[in-house]
């Protein structure tokens, strides 16, 4: 299985920034995509960026220009840089990887998720 452990949410002003960071471990073979994903009260829970393994990254439209994401592929971790908070990015945020992994039947692919991390931007 996969564990993904995310840090570096917290309450932050308008305007402000927050670091996320989502690290991978367990039986891992590779990782293709990671991303991640917020969900706010009341809503659905929605694609905030994601990146495929050597690839190009993708946002949604309200947070391009705003947000960066990254990843360390020697650490299984990803990164999102949250500049610019608003109001409306208030949610908790999920980190999600697509991963090939070793199990009992030899290797798999699988899709895992996060606990989730609270990002509250408020004055």
């Known amino acids: 299985q996969v564990q993904l452990v995310e840090s570096g949410g917290g309450l932050v002003q308008p305007g402000g920034s927050l670091r996320l960071s989502c690290a991978a471990s367990?039986?891992?073979?590779?990782?293709?995509?990671m991303g991640w994903y917020r969900q706010a009260p009341g809503k659905q829970r929605e694609l905030v960026a994601a990146?495929?393994?050597?690839?190009?990254?993708n946002y949604a439209d309200s947070v391009k220009g705003r947000f960066t994401i990254s990843r360390d592929n020697a650490k299984n971790t990803v990164y999102l840089q949250m500049n610019s908070l608003k109001p409306e990015d208030t949610a908790v945020y999920y980190c999600?990887?697509?991963?090939?992994?070793?199990?009992?039947?030899?290797?798999?692919?699988?899709?895992?998720w996060g606990q989730g991390t609270q990002v509250t931007v408020s004055s």
């Open positions: 999600n990887a697509d991963c090939t992994i070793y199990s009992r039947r030899g290797v798999e692919s699988g899709n895992y």
């Open positions: 990146v495929p393994s050597g690839g190009t990254a």
């Open positions: 367990g039986s891992i073979v590779s990782i293709n995509t």
